[in-house]
């Protein structure tokens, strides 16, 4: 079992929709949960974190945490086609070790 | 304040020929990480510094790869000899401190074709 799973996607929405990116991890003590976007040729850039469970909003981004189902996930309202990215979780494991997933690529469609 | 600095950006080189990959984190930050991001997947760790000490270097392939942070500042990351598989970008980050609430900041990279 990979330690952080994303859907693989891609993920395709309409400028203007909400799109959904979903992440599930495995290390039950896991303390930090990230969010970064990459654009093609680019590197990951920190766009969210997370640490208790619940919602976390910042501007047109909201990270949910669900730590006894080991679960999270990010929104983007009012998807842009900028948005058009790579989405990466990242979680931080007991021994401060950052795990990826492989990523979820995001098309936003004018 | 000026971000992650790696260079070069770009190399090819032959197979078993030597590279090396050079970073400069981000002023005070103590940890400092080596990542490989091959197409199409998310970025694995090959080491983790907590200033000059290699706290995490269980992923990197220690029978051709070396790493070194002298001075606990700068820090290069070689390979020799190079393999075909090697071909990859090659990530570095820093954050404040090795904890679990410190978020990696990640230089552009330097992407390595190995032909």
């Known amino acids: 079992q990979k330690e952080v799973e994303q859907n693989s996607g891609p993920l395709s929405v309409p400028e203007g929709a909400i799109a959904s990116l979903n992440c599930t991890y495995s290390d039950r003590v896991s303390q930090s949960f990230f969010w970064y976007r990459q654009y093609s040729g680019k590197s990951p850039e920190l766009i969210m974190s997370i640490y208790s469970n619940g919602d976390k909003e910042d501007g047109r981004f909201t990270a949910q945490l669900n730590k006894a189902s080991q679960y999270v996930s990010l929104l983007i309202r009012d998807s842009q086609p900028s948005d058009s990215a790579t989405y990466l979780c990242a979680v931080m494991g007991s021994n401060y070790k950052l795990t990826f997933g492989k990523g979820t690529l995001l098309t936003v469609n004018p | 304040e000026a971000g992650v600095v790696q260079s070069p950006r770009y190399k090819i080189i032959e197979k078993k020929q030597p590279v090396a990959f050079w970073c400069n984190p981000i002023?005070?930050?103590?940890?400092l990480y080596w990542y490989r991001q091959n197409l199409g997947q998310g970025p694995e760790l090959l080491i983790r510094y907590e200033n000059e000490e290699a706290v995490d270097d269980s992923q990197l392939p220690k029978d051709r790869f070396s790493a070194e942070r002298l001075k606990g500042v700068d820090s290069t990351l070689k390979i020799q000899p190079a393999e075909l598989g090697d071909s990859a970008v090659y990530l570095c980050a820093s954050s404040l401190v090795g904890t679990a609430n410190s978020p990696l900041h990640f230089g552009n990279g330097t992407r390595l074709t190995v032909t």
């Open positions: 002023s005070g930050h103590n940890t």
